[in-house]
Each structure stands twice: as structure tokens, then as C-alpha cells.
């Protein structure tokens, strides 16, 4: 799922599309990204097969102290 491996890697959300593809949500400790500060909460989409469709990204754009406990949801298209 991820590719930083510095620091603790927990809290994995998961929502799945109608077609099978989906998004992953995790905390992620440390520096990551321009998140310095705290935890950050980082994100991937994946295809039917759970190949990556991008690198990692990060989800939160507040960067300074903690974001932690993330969560997913589609909308009813699956969007």
C-alpha cells in the first residue's frame, strides 16, 4: 500500500467502487510529503486487481500538528 516506510504506518480505510477498483486512507508518522509536522494522513487508488493506479498521496492540506483517524466514502455512483 505504501511506499514510506519511516515511522508508523496504521488506520487503513478502504472504500470500494461498483467496479471492483478502490481508494485507500492510512495515518502516516513522521515527514511525509510537505506534512512535517505530527501524523499526515496519506491515500492511493487502486485498479480490480490492486495494482496501484498512482503513487501515494497526501490527503490532508492542513500540515501543522496531528491528522489522524481518517475515513472514505463513495458517493452512490461510486465516485
Known amino acids: 500500500m ?3 516506510t519511516t515511522g508508523g504506518q496504521f488506520g ?6 461498483n467496479d471492483g477498483s478502490f481508494v485507500v486512507s492510512w495515518t502516516s508518522a513522521g515527514s511525509f510529503g510537505s506534512d512535517n509536522s505530527g501524523y499526515g494522513i496519506q491515500g492511493r487508488a487502486f ?6 493506479l498512482a503513487p ?3 490527503v490532508n492540506t492542513y500540515t501543522t500538528g496531528t491528522q489522524n483517524n481518517a475515513a472514505l466514502e463513495l458517493d452512490v455512483a461510486g465516485g
Do not use: C, I, K, L
Request: aromatic share 12%.
Open 47 to 52: 485498479d480490480t486487481t490492486g495494482t496501484p
Open 56 to 58: 501515494e498521496f497526501q
Open 2 to 4: 505504501n511506499s514510506f
Open 12 to 17: 487503513a480505510e478502504v472504500a470500494m467502487r
